[in-house]
C-alpha cells in the first residue's frame, strides 16, 4: 500500500509539473503579445513627452530620455519576435544555476528577461522628473497624466505575468512619490505623494490578482483539454487494454510463451480431446542460477530468451511450450504414429542447450527433463510426474532426461504417504535422532557426533533424512521438525556436559528450506539457554547450496557465530562455496563429500583434491573432515596427509541416542 501511494504521490508530482510548465507557456505568450501592444504606445507617449519637454525649453534632455526609453523598447521587440528557444541559445549565461537543459527552462528564461527589461524600461521612465525639475514646472500636470497613464496601462495588459507590470510601474511610480514629498512642500503635493502610494499599492495588488485569474482560468483550460483528448482516446484504450490483459494473463512477458495459466488452459483442452498418448516434458535448466548470481538478471533474462527460442525451434508438430517460472519449460505433445519418440526429443533438445551461447561463449547451460507419458491422467497429475522425473534426471548427473516409471511412481506415492502421516509421527514421537561418531586424526579418539534423522515408514520402511526434509517443508512441518531435532541434540549435549566430555561437539544439518522458512539463530539460542547449554559444543552443518546464497544465509550464519555456535560446511567440493564466504563466516569446519572420499587410496585426483582442502585449511584456519571413510586403506591415505578428523562406517555407523551414551561412557572408561 505504502508503495502504491509512493507512486501516485510520484504520478501526481509529474503531472501538476506539465501543468506548471503548461502554464508557464501561455503566460509568455500573453506576456509577449501584450508588451508588443504596449511597445507602440510607450513610444508614442514618449515622443509626446519629447515634443512638451523640447516647447519647455529642455531638448537636450528630453532627447538623451528618448534615445534611453527606446533603446530598451527596441531590445524587447526581437525578445518577443524570436522564439523561446532561439532567445535560450543568444544568452545561455542567463540560466539558473543546474535548470540548462530542463523541460520549461528555456520559457523561465524568457520570462525572466521580460521582467529584466520591463524593469529597465520602468528605471527609465523614472528618469521624466528631469524633463519637469522634479515635477515642479507647469507641464507637470502632462507628465503625471502620462506616467499615470502609461502605469494603469501596464498593469492592465501585463496581467498573465506580474512580475512585468509591476516591474515597470514600480520605478517611475516611485520617482513620482519622491518626487512630490522632497521638492516644494506644499499639502497638495504631499496629498498627491500620499495618492500616488496608494495608487502604486492598487497597481500591484491588482497585477497579482490578475495574474492569479489567469492562472486559474488557465489550469481549468489545460484541464479541459487533457480530460477531451482523454475521453477521445477511452475506448481505443480500453480496447487495447482488455486485449492485453488477456494477453499477459496467458503469456510469459519475457518470451512470449503461454505461462503457468496459459497453459492449463490449452492443456485441459487437449487432454478433453485426447486422440493420442500424449507425452508431458518438464525442463529445468542446469547451471542457471550460477549465470544469474555471476552475470546479473539481465544476462540470465536474455539466455531464458535463447533457450525458449532454441526449444521453439525444436519442437515437433502440434506441440505446446509454455515456462512455468523462473528456468522451468513444459513441452506437451501429442504421441500419433508420425510422432518422434520422447527420448530422440529430449536428446535433441539437451543438445540444442548445451550449445554455446553468444554473451556467455564461456559458460555451459545444460537441461534436465523428465519425460511423462500419459495414461488418461489429468494435467496436474501429469505435471507432477514429470517433475518428479526431471528431479530424479537431475540427481543422476544433470543434463539428461529420465522416463517416469514405476519405481519413481512408488517413489511418489511414498512421499504423499510420508507427507500424510509426517504429523502423526511426530504427535506419536516414532522419529528418532541418531548420532555417528566423529573421530580424530588417529582414527581412536572421540572428535563428537553427527545428529542424523531417522524415521520408519509402517508401510515404506526408513525414509531417508533428504526426504523427511523436502516433505516436512512441503507439508509446513519443517519448524516443528527442526524443534524436535534440536530438543535431542540438546538432549546430548546435556549428557556430554554431565559425563565430562565438554570437549566434543554435536553437528546438526540445516537444510536450505529452513534457512529460508525458520528464525533458527532464535530457535537454537531458546533451546540453548532454557537448559543452560554451552552453544561452543553445538556445530550447525550447512550444505554447499546453502552456502553459496550469501544473502540468504549470512544474516542468521553470523547470529550463529556471535552465540559462539560452530559452523560447518558440509558436502564440501560438490557445490560452489567460496574462499570469500570461508573467511567472511568464519567457518570452522569443512566436510569433504563422501564422494571424494570413499576409495580415496585408488584415486589419485581425489588425492589432489583432499589435499588442496588441507592446504587451504592451514591459510583459513578451519578444520578438514572427511566423510564417507570404508575402508583401512582410505584411513591410512588420509592420515598420511594430515586430515584432521575423519568420520564413516569403517569408525561406526549411526546408532540410537542411547546406543552414543554407552559409547561415550564406555571410552570414558578407557
Known amino acids: 500500500m505504502n508503495a502504491f501511494k509512493t507512486q501516485a504521490g510520484a504520478i501526481d508530482e509529474v503531472s501538476r509539473i506539465s501543468l506548471r510548465q503548461l502554464i508557464r507557456a501561455d503566460q509568455l505568450t500573453a506576456a509577449r503579445h501584450t508588451v508588443m501592444l504596449s511597445i507602440p504606445v510607450a513610444f508614442v507617449l514618449s515622443l509626446i513627452s519629447t515634443f512638451v519637454a523640447w516647447r519647455s525649453g529642455r531638448l537636450g534632455i528630453a532627447l538623451s530620455w528618448l534615445a534611453c526609453a527606446t533603446l530598451i523598447n527596441l531590445v524587447r521587440i526581437p525578445l518577443c519576435r ?10 545561455p549565461w542567463m540560466h539558473a544555476r543546474g535548470a540548462a537543459g530542463r523541460d520549461g527552462a528555456e520559457v523561465e528564461l524568457n520570462l525572466r528577461l521580460h521582467w529584466i527589461l520591463a524593469l529597465a524600461s520602468g528605471i527609465a521612465w523614472a528618469g ?51 518626487c ?55 475506448h481505443e484504450d480500453l480496447r487495447q487494454f482488455a486485449t492485453r490483459m488477456q494477453y499477459q494473463a496467458e503469456h510469459d512477458l519475457l518470451t512470449g510463451l503461454l505461462d503457468r495459466a496459459g497453459f492449463m488452459q490449452v492443456a485441459a483442452q487437449v487432454v478433453a480431446r485426447q486422440e493420442h498418448q500424449l507425452c508431458l516434458m518438464f525442463l529445468d535448466l542446469d547451471g542457471f542460477k550460477v549465470i544469474n548470481d555471476a552475470y546479473g538478471h539481465e544476462a540470465g533474462d536474455q539466455l531464458l530468451i535463447e533457450v525458449a527460442r532454441r526449444l521453439q525451434d525444436g519442437l515437433p508438430e502440434g506441440a505446446t511450450l509454455a515456462r512455468l517460472g523462473g528456468d522451468e519449460f513444459v513441452i506437451l505433445y501429442p504421441l500419433d504414429a508420425r510422432a518422434e519418440l520422447p527420448e530422440q526429443l529430449a536428446q535433441r533438445l539437451i543438445a540444442a542447450i548445451k550449445q554455446p551461447f553468444a554473451r556467455l561463449a564461456h559458460r555451459h547451460i545444460g537441461l534436465s527433463l523428465g519425460i511423462y507419458l500419459s495414461r488418461g491422467d489429468d494435467i496436474n497429475e501429469m505435471l507432477v510426474c514429470s517433475d518428479a522425473a526431471m528431479y530424479e534426471a537431475k540427481r543422476r548427473g544433470r543434463n539428461q532426461f529420465y522416463v517416469f516409471n514405476q519405481n519413481l511412481d512408488a517413489h ?28 580424530q586424526h588417529d582414527g581412536r579418539t572421540l572428535d563428537g557426533f553427527e545428529a542424523l534423522l ?21 507439508a509446513g512441518h519443517s519448524e516443528e521438525l527442526l524443534r524436535f531435532i534440536m530438543g535431542e541434540v540438546a538432549a546430548m549435549i546435556q549428557f556430554l556436559q554431565a559425563s565430562g566430555r565438554c570437549d566434543l561437539r554435536i553437528s546438526m544439518n540445516i537444510s536450505p528450506r529452513e534457512m529460508e522458512r525458520i528464525v533458527i539463530e532464535e ?15 553445538l556445530e550447525i552443518e550447512i550444505t554447499e547450496e546453502t552456502a553459496i546464497d550469501l544473502q540468504a544465509a549470512t544474516q542468521t550464519l553470523v547470529a550463529l557465530a556471535i552465540q559462539g555456535v560452530s559452523i560447518a560446511i558440509d558436502d564440501f567440493g560438490v557445490g560452489y562455496s567460496s574462499l570469500g564466504f570461508l573467511r567472511q563466516m568464519q567457518v570452522s569446519r569443512v566436510k569433504i563429500d563422501r564422494s571424494f572420499v570413499t576409495g580415496l587410496a585408488d584415486k589419485t585426483e581425489n588425492q589432489a583434491l583432499v589435499s588442496a582442502v588441507l592446504q587451504l585449511a592451514d591459510s583459513f584456519g578451519f578444520q578438514v573432515v572427511a566423510e564417507g571413510v570404508e575402508s583401512a586403506e582410505d584411513l591410512q591415505t588420509l592420515q598420511a596427509m594430515q586430515c584432521h578428523a575423519m568420520q564413516g562406517h569403517y569408525f561406526a555407523q549411526p546408532m540410537p541416542a542411547h546406543a552414543a551414551r554407552q559409547t561415550i561412557l564406555a571410552m570414558a572408561q578407557v
Open 412 to 439: 511418489l506415492q511414498m512421499k504423499r504417504d510420508v507427507e500424510r502421516d509426517l504429523a502423526h509421527a511426530l504427535a506419536r514421537g516414532e522419529l528418532e535422532v541418531w548420532f555417528q561418531p566423529i573421530v
Open 523 to 537: 530457535l537454537v539460542a531458546s533451546t540453548l539457554k532454557a537448559r543452560q547449554l554451552p552453544a561452543r559444543m
Open 180 to 234: 512630490l514629498f522632497a521638492f516644494d512642500h506644499n499639502p497638495t503635493r504631499l496629498a498627491l505623494a500620499a495618492t500616488a502610494v496608494i495608487y502604486l499599492a492598487g497597481l500591484i495588488r491588482g497585477a497579482r490578482v490578475g495574474e492569479r485569474m489567469f492562472l486559474g482560468a488557465c489550469a481549468l483550460k489545460h484541464e479541459a483539454t487533457t480530460a477531451n483528448q482523454a475521453l477521445a482516446v477511452a
Open 128 to 178: 521624466m522628473p528631469w524633463l519637469s525639475e522634479g515635477y515642479t514646472t507647469p507641464e507637470t500636470v502632462f507628465y503625471l497624466t502620462c506616467i499615470c497613464g502609461i502605469t494603469a496601462g501596464a498593469v492592465t495588459h501585463g496581467f498573465a505575468f506580474s512580475r512585468i507590470p509591476i516591474g515597470f510601474i514600480t520605478p517611475p511610480l516611485l520617482s513620482v512619490i519622491y
Open 82 to 91: 524570436l522564439s523561446p528557444q532561439r532567445v535560450a541559445q543568444l544568452v
Open 454 to 474: 531417522r524415521w520408519t515408514h509402517p508401510r515404506h520402511g526408513a525414509i531417508a533424512p533428504p526426504d523427511l526434509i523436502e516433505i516436512a517443508a512441503l
